[in-house]
Nanobody
């Protein structure tokens, strides 16, 4: 079982970028999926999550209107399209899944330790740096 995130890189402020995360060893069909990020010195935060079935989504306040999450179950892959990027979007981005979870639950159910106990699988992070 593996989640492989890709697409990290250096982008200028105001630019656009897309991250991908491919699943292998299991099917995403019944999993809520999400993107999280962790900036230096900060705790990991849920950026955006999407349900397994009805298309409902969650977006963190800092990315609403700029980021779009999507999934292609046929390709067993999820995406995060980012526009109008800001330096504060600089972070390591992680993809994650949770079986039959709600998007809000997946993205926001964080324990006092900073862990996300609802997450079944984490992908390795990919660095996104927004800088001129």
């Amino acid at each position: 079982v593996q989640l492989q995130a890709s697409g990290g890189g250096l982008v200028q402020p105001g630019g656009s970028w897309r991250l991908s995360c491919a699943a292998s060893g299991f099917t995403l069909d019944y999993y809520a999926i999400g993107w999280f990020r962790q900036a230096p010195g900060k705790e990991r935060e849920g950026v955006s999550c999407i349900s397994s079935n009805d298309g409902s989504t969650y977006y963190g306040d800092s990315v609403k209107g700029r980021f779009t999450i999507s999934r292609d179950n046929g390709k067993n892959t999820m995406y995060l399209q980012m526009i109008s990027l800001k330096p504060e979007d600089t972070a390591v981005y992680y993809c994650a899944t949770a079986f039959m979870a709600s998007p809000v639950g997946l993205c926001t159910a964080v324990a006092a330790t900073g862990d996300y106990p609802g997450v079944d699988y984490w992908g390795k992070g990919t660095q996104v740096t927004v800088s001129s």
